[in-house]
Nanobody, 122 residues
Framework: QVQLVESGGGLVQAGASLRLSCAASGRTFNSYAMGWFRQAPGKEREFVAAISRNGGSSYYAESAKGRFTISRDNAKSTMYLQMNSLKPEDTAAYYC???????????????WGQGTQVTVSS
């Protein structure tokens, strides 16, 4: 098993930047593909970005392309999401997830963190 803990969320104004972190413990971090998802109140959980085990491949939702960057440091067992040019519609709880395949589908991930809240004011 792997345990995931997100951090770095907060309240920012539109146009600002945040960097989310996802720290993993337990089984070897580089055994897992990783993903970021978000969920706003009253909405379904949606894909944001995903990264392969070795960090060589990454994928983004259309809403994240050009503004967000996913990365990982396997030596530190940590994944990151750099978010720039934040918009009010980015407001959501952000979750990191670990799974066997790199995917945009939440059910393909086996382990989830508790989430960190990002609120972007206009």
């Amino acid at each position: 098993q792997v345990q995931l803990v997100e951090s770095g969320g907060g309240l920012v104004q539109a146009g600002a930047s945040l960097r989310l972190s996802c720290a993993a413990s337990g089984r070897t971090f580089n055994s897992y593909a990783m993903g970021w998802f978000r969920q706003a109140p009253g909405k379904e959980r949606e894909f944001v970005a995903a990264i392969s085990r070795n960090g060589g491949s990454s994928y983004y939702a259309e809403s994240a392309k050009g503004r967000f960057t996913i990365s990982r440091d396997n030596a530190k067992s940590t994944m990151y999401l750099q978010m720039n040019s934040l918009k009010p519609e980015d407001t959501a709880a952000y979750y990191c997830a670990a799974g066997m395949v790199t995917s945009s589908v939440p059910r393909r991930y086996d382990y989830w963190g508790q989430g960190t809240q990002v609120t972007v004011s206009s």
